[in-house]
């Protein structure tokens, strides 16, 4: 079982304090932690931020989600103010009598990364304490972890020379979505499903990202990074592999981690010819009247691929990662064909043979749902389907589900890096979409209406 207290005096530094990720997404979470009586009595937050605001016009920012707010406001991303920051905590080790544990967070954009790092080197902030029952340091960064092979080895260069790996943690929030993590527990715990997770009995694999939202006020970042980039290389891979990965025998993060590194390696690269018929690219209609996107912009904000793996389990078993931005909805799930019947039992079409189906609705209704076949009533020998479904809502309201990144903060805070990406998983997704980015440019960028299901043109 979890030890669901964390014991020792934390620090916990918000690197971009101000910003739309840490107003929206970190603050709320420690808040939740704090009322559900996790956190240390020993606990700081410490805001650093490029806005120039005073201790009180930041608590008066962030009133609406900690009603007793005690942090301390630093600014700028100047080597002075991380020393200014350093003396701080040192203070903080006075006051607590001990050397409390340091979670450094760096919720800025990838930019900062560099100096933000060289600062923290310079300053004394990534110095962990020496001697018994000390306190760690730790590291949260957020995606995207370069924009390539080359630049993502480049960024791991530069933490490697500050933290040792299990010191690092990097976010791709979607591993700790709940419904993404009863994955596998659905699996192994259940015998009626396991047995059957492999080519044998499934025909194909759907992983759906779906947005109504267009790129909206993320354009300066988005306009040449485009979906495959943003949320393919990181979100979709990683969900993947958590369909596809082998059962680690135990709940361990290191075990789990090497499966999912085992799928990866398993992808199959594209070429030159696979790419042709296995990978497809759109954009939204308007996207380059987009202020800021250039007029011949073939960034896309749409993609499908079809891809496989080259294992034992899943040999033949195609995988369709789809994914886009102004579409009909909003939704993420996960969609198992399992293969069509031998024979045809009371079927009312001799072509026509039931297939069951399983889906993991990982937003915005988180549930799951498995479609299977009965007798309709009645004297005619007829089938009807029937959905059998388990919603989280269900479990009732009292129920207060941890966000995804009160998951990952409290995961963090344990040490445990689970539900956090390991080097060898960035490198291996990168190294995959390469291989599409390197033959696609050549492909057609279909246009597709904003509030469609994407282009016409869909790969079988």
Not at 105 to 112: G, Q, R
Not at 408 to 436: C, H
Request: hydrophobic letters at 35%; a positive charge.
């Amino acid at each position: 079982m979890k030890e669901l207290k964390i014991k020792t005096p934390t620090i916990i530094v918000i690197f971009g304090a101000t910003g739309d990720l840490s107003r929206k997404k970190l603050l709320p979470a420690l808040f939740d932690l704090h009322q559900k009586w996790v956190l240390p009595k020993k606990f700081k937050i410490i805001g650093f931020a490029r806005t120039d605001l005073t201790n009180n016009q930041f608590k008066d920012l962030v009133a609406k989600v900690l009603r007793e707010e005690k942090h301390r406001h630093l600014k700028s991303e100047e080597l002075a103010d991380f020393k200014k920051l350093a003396q701080k905590i040192n203070k903080l080790n006075q006051r607590f009598k001990a050397c409390p544990n340091r979670l450094l967070h760096l919720s800025v954009p990838p930019k900062y990364y560099s100096i933000l790092e060289k600062n923290i080197s310079n300053s004394g902030l990534g110095i962990t304490c020496i001697g018994e029952n000390e306190g760690w340091t730790r590291i949260l960064v957020e995606k995207p972890f370069g924009r390539d092979v080359k630049t993502a080895k480049k960024f791991d260069n530069q933490l490697s020379q500050l933290f040792e790996e299990k010191q690092i943690f990097r976010i791709d929030h979607y591993l700790a979505k709940e419904t993404l993590q009863n994955i596998l527990t659905f699996r192994f715990s259940n015998t009626i499903f396991d047995p059957v997770w492999n080519n044998k009995y499934i025909s194909k694999v759907e992983i759906k990202l779906f947005e109504e939202d267009d790129v909206g006020s993320r354009i300066n970042f988005y306009e040449g990074i485009g979906a495959l980039r943003d949320v393919g290389q990181n979100h979709m891979l990683q969900i993947l592999a958590m369909i596809a990965m082998d059962n680690p025998r135990v709940v361990a993060a290191q075990a789990i981690r090497e499966k999912r590194v085992e799928v990866l390696k398993s992808l199959v690269p594209m070429n030159k010819k696979t790419v042709v018929n296995s990978a497809i690219r759109g954009q939204y209609e308007g996207y380059k009247k987009e202020k800021g996107v250039p007029k011949n912009s073939k960034t896309e904000t749409y993609f499908q691929i079809k891809t496989y793996l080259k294992s034992k389990r899943w040999q033949g078993v195609p995988f369709y990662l789809e994914a886009g931005k102004a579409l009909n909805e909003s939704k993420v799930e996960i969609n198992i064909y399992f293969k069509k019947t031998d024979s045809c039992f009371e079927c009312d079409d001799i072509h026509h043979h039931p297939r069951n189906t399983l889906s993991f609705r990982i937003q915005p209704d988180e549930g799951i749902d498995i479609l299977f076949w009965i007798k309709k009533p009645g004297l005619d020998q007829k089938l009807v389907n029937k959905k059998l479904s388990f919603n989280y809502e269900e479990i009732g309201d009292s129920v207060h589900f941890p966000t995804a990144y009160e998951y990952l903060l409290f995961e963090a805070m344990r040490g445990d890096q689970m539900l956090f990406s390991s080097t060898e998983e960035v490198n291996l997704s990168w190294k995959y979409v390469m291989s599409i980015l390197k033959y696609w440019q050549g492909q057609p960028l279909y246009i597709y209406k904003r509030g469609s299901s994407g282009p016409k043109h869909k790969i079988n």
